[in-house]
């Protein structure tokens, strides 16, 4: 089971390694008897969502957890070089949905909603639901750290809330916008890449908030002349962010 090789991965709490030892429990668990049919003895992947990846060999299914031998271990499992945080407005429908899952597999660390002036109400209940889109999607492309869904911030504090060593980036479709690409040549200078991006809700952004994040240090940025969808541009952004690191 080298790292890449193509695996079926299982999350283990972090609470729930101990030594050479790890137990898989509640929906995790179900899955590893239920659908995989495990076996004592059998192989699998497990991560813990803070960058650890094991490989294990099941020990013993009981009635409620499943135990587990640790033969190897890797730090930061199948992530990328940068910590790449999305602050978007959450959307209408499932497009939220869809725009976690897909930068989850692309690399995101982060996601921040933010509440932009034309930004729609949304279901409190909207939170651990893509926390839970998060989860499935890093153990379906092999990632071994569950992005954090925060809570929800204003547009105000959300350009507030970075240093200015983190490179900020605003996706903005006006003409005044510089090409993503040309911004991420400072990206690939950088040691431990940090970078933030915000894409705005469906009715885009009002000029005060451009004008706002502009004066806390972002850099609006164009994704190209074609006014994409907010969740695309979210995972197109991502892409390139993710590809200009390596
Ligand atoms: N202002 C728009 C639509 C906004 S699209 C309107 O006229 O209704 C939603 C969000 O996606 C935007 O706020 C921006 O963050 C991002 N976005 C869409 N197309 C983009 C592009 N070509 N370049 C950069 N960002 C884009």
Same mark, same amino acid.
């Given at each position: 089971?080298? +790292?890449?090789?193509? *695996?079926?991965?299982?999350?283990?709490?972090? #609470? /729930?390694?101990?030594? /050479?030892?790890?137990?898989?429990? @509640? +929906?995790?668990?179900?899955?590893?008897?239920?659908?995989?049919?495990?076996?004592?003895?059998?192989?699998?992947?497990?991560?813990?969502?803070?960058?650890? !990846?094991?490989?294990?060999?099941?020990?013993?299914?009981?009635? @409620?957890?499943?135990?587990?031998?640790?033969?190897?271990?890797?730090?930061?499992?199948?992530?990328?070089? &940068?910590?790449? #945080?999305?602050?978007?407005?959450?959307?209408?429908?499932?497009?939220?949905?869809?725009?976690?899952?897909? !930068?989850?597999?692309?690399?995101?660390?982060?996601?921040?909603? &933010?509440?932009?002036?034309?930004? +729609?109400?949304?279901?409190? @209940?909207?939170?651990?639901?893509?926390?839970?889109?998060?989860?499935?999607?890093?153990?379906?492309?092999?990632?071994?750290?569950?992005?954090?869904?925060? +809570?929800?911030?204003?547009?105000?504090?959300?350009? @507030?809330?970075?240093?200015?060593?983190?490179?900020?980036?605003?996706?903005?479709?006006?003409?005044?916008? *510089?090409?993503?690409?040309?911004?991420?040549?400072?990206?690939?200078?950088?040691?431990?890449?940090?970078?933030?991006?915000?894409?705005?809700?469906?009715?885009?952004? #009002?000029?005060?908030? &451009?004008?706002?994040?502009?004066?806390?240090?972002?850099?609006?940025?164009?994704?190209?002349?074609?006014?994409?969808?907010?969740? #695309?541009?979210?995972?197109?952004?991502?892409?390139?962010? &993710?590809?200009?690191?390596?």
């Amino acid at each position: 089971m080298r +790292q890449g090789a193509h *695996a079926d991965f299982f999350y283990v709490r972090p #609470t /729930d390694v101990r030594a /050479d030892r790890i137990f898989i429990v @509640d +929906q995790e668990w179900h899955l590893l008897r239920v659908l995989h049919r495990a076996r004592d003895g059998q192989r699998f992947l497990a991560v813990d969502g803070l960058g650890h !990846c094991f490989a294990c060999e099941l020990l013993r299914i009981e009635p @409620d957890r499943a135990e587990a031998k640790i033969l190897q271990r890797w730090e930061r499992y199948g992530e990328p070089r &940068v910590h790449l #945080t999305i602050a978007a407005s959450p959307l209408r429908g499932e497009r939220f949905d869809l725009l976690v899952e897909k !930068c989850t597999e692309l690399g995101v660390s982060m996601f921040i909603p &933010v509440r932009a002036t034309r930004t +729609q109400p949304w279901a409190s @209940d909207r939170l651990q639901r893509w926390q839970r889109v998060a989860l499935a999607a890093m153990k379906q492309c092999g990632r071994s750290v569950w992005p954090e869904v925060a +809570q929800p911030v204003s547009f105000a504090e959300a350009v @507030d809330a970075f240093p200015s060593s983190v490179l900020r980036l605003l996706a903005h479709e006006g003409e005044d916008a *510089a090409p993503l690409a040309s911004l991420l040549k400072r990206v690939e200078r950088n040691d431990v890449p940090q970078v933030v991006v915000v894409v705005g809700p469906e009715g885009g952004f #009002t000029s005060e908030e &451009v004008d706002l994040a502009r004066s806390r240090g972002f850099v609006p940025v164009s994704l190209g002349t074609r006014r994409l969808r907010a969740e #695309t541009a979210a995972i197109v952004a991502t892409a390139l962010v &993710v590809a200009a690191c390596g």
